[in-house]
Every structure is written in structure tokens, then in C-alpha cells.
């Protein structure tokens, strides 16, 4: 599903208009992605979380020369599927 059809799927649930159904998917992805880019964490109840997390300093190697590499600390986006979500996915 792209988000032209996430799109439509909301305004069919919603119901409402494609354009106010656009134009809440891309505030609600906005804020999420300011608010974690700030540092800050967005739990959604039963959907997920998330968040920035710090990727530490480590070695790795070239795979094509073998040789050794220092990779360096990062921050990286991640995304925990809450109980609901994963319920829904895989249920038991």
C-alpha cells in the first residue's frame, strides 16, 4: 500500500474528503518526524513507538578488500510494534 491508497482508505473509514484525509496523514507523519528528530519519543497505544536511538562507535570491514573499518556513532530512527499491532499481524 502506497500513500495515495492509505490515503483513500482513510477518507473511506474517516469519512471524509481524500484532500482532508492527505492533509492529516502528512501532519500526523510531520509531527512525528519533528518531534523524534528533537529527540523526543511519539507512543501511538496499541500501534507503536517511535524514536531516535544512539548507534555506538564500532569496528567493521570492506567486505570486498577484508580490511578493517571504524564505523562511526549514529543516531538512527527505530519503530516498535506495540501489543495491538502485533497482535493484528500475528495472532496466537
Given at each position: 500500500?502506497n500513500?495515495?491508497?492509505?490515503?483513500?482508505?482513510?477518507?473511506?473509514?474517516a469519512?471524509?474528503t481524500?484532500?482532508?484525509?492527505?492533509?492529516?496523514?502528512?501532519?500526523?507523519v510531520d509531527?512525528?518526524?519533528e518531534t523524534?528528530?528533537?529527540g523526543?519519543?511519539v507512543?501511538?497505544?496499541?500501534?507503536?513507538?517511535f524514536?531516535?536511538?544512539?548507534?555506538q562507535?564500532?569496528?567493521g570491514r570492506?567486505?570486498?578488500?577484508?580490511?578493517?573499518i571504524?564505523i562511526?556513532?549514529?543516531r538512527?530512527?527505530?519503530?516498535?510494534?506495540?501489543k495491538?499491532?502485533k497482535?493484528?499481524?500475528?495472532p496466537?
Open positions: 500500500m500513500k495515495g491508497e492509505l490515503v483513500d482508505a482513510i477518507a473511506q473509514k469519512s471524509v481524500k484532500k482532508e484525509a492527505d492533509a492529516i496523514l502528512s501532519a500526523m509531527t512525528i518526524l523524534v528528530a528533537s523526543d519519543k507512543t501511538i497505544v496499541g500501534f507503536g513507538s524514536e531516535a536511538r544512539e548507534r562507535a564500532r569496528e570492506n567486505p570486498a578488500t577484508g580490511a578493517a571504524q562511526p556513532a549514529t538512527v530512527p527505530v519503530f516498535a510494534a506495540g495491538g499491532f497482535d493484528k499481524v500475528a496466537q
